[in-house]
């Protein structure tokens, strides 16, 4: 417990320099702010545009698309918000700067993570709760206390698998020359996230299940609350998974965390 309230009270510190840095460029962040607000709002039109000519996808109706596009949104931010530092890890090992984070008595994932707060994040996590009142209403969900709790698991379960992937990612950079390919194309499976896995062939399926298990980010944990008539044990097991699938990760980082030596120059 007492180590568990250092980090706490080191983040907060580290987290607060961060922001002051960032706040001193205030129209840079207004401007990353309204973009990824715009963004979000345009592949909002893009789910109205095409339902306009198709009344439902696989038996997905508009508003049940538009729940779990939303239900994405808000399981993203923790990764928007807290990993965006994934992105730099392969610049960072490359010029040996990582070596800077080996010096420090603290945890390496800890630290290098608590670095960066992405806080235009925030602008998806609004657009993403606002989504999902507004489609929690549209579809006459029940509200209860229960309920609430489920959604919250389903939701930090999901923020956990899309973390791992990125983190696994990101972490290749330990082992493999150039991984910037690697971590985009990860970040670009996000996109397949937000539709039912079920508009996809059985082959995809497989790939977004156990693979590169994105259906896990808004799919199976979104049933409980939008389709709970058709909850599969995928469903009741995310929770387990995604735990299990970020200690992996954390696990397979941190081990080639502590095999770096830098570049050597």
């Not at 090992?93 to 992405?118: A, H, M, Q």
Request: one cysteine or more.
């Amino acid at each position: 417990m007492k180590k568990l309230k250092f980090y706490i009270k080191i983040y907060f510190k580290i987290l607060s320099q961060d922001i002051k840095s960032r706040m001193s460029y205030r129209s840079d962040f207004v401007i990353s702010m309204i973009g990824m607000i715009f963004t979000n709002a345009a592949e909002l039109a893009a789910f109205y545009i095409m339902f306009l000519n198709f009344p439902s996808v696989c038996g997905w109706t508009y508003y049940e698309m538009l729940f779990l596009y939303g239900f994405s949104l808000v399981a993203l931010t923790p990764m928007q918000c807290l990993f965006e530092n994934n992105w730099n890890l392969g610049g960072y090992v490359r010029r040996g700067d990582f070596i800077k984070y080996c010096f420090r008595p603290l945890n390496l994932f800890f630290y290098y993570f608590s670095e960066i707060f992405d806080i235009k994040g925030l602008g998806q996590l609004a657009m993403g709760i606002g989504t999902l009142v507004y489609t929690w209403h549209k579809l006459q969900l029940p509200v209860s206390p229960l309920i609430l709790l489920e959604l919250v698991i389903a939701l930090v379960s999901a923020s956990l698998f899309f973390i791992a992937i990125m983190n696994f990612a990101a972490g290749a950079s330990f082992y493999l020359i150039n991984t910037g390919f690697l971590i985009g194309t990860m970040s670009k499976f996000r996109d397949y996230a937000k539709y039912p896995v079920t508009i996809y062939s059985k082959g995809f399926r497989f790939l977004f299940t156990f693979i590169i298990p994105i259906a896990f980010i808004a799919y199976y944990p979104s049933l409980v609350i939008v389709r709970p008539d058709e909850i599969s044990i995928l469903t009741w097991l995310a929770p387990v998974f995604g735990i299990f699938f970020f200690y992996m990760s954390y696990k397979f980082w941190m081990y080639g965390a502590r095999k770096y030596s830098g570049t050597g120059s």
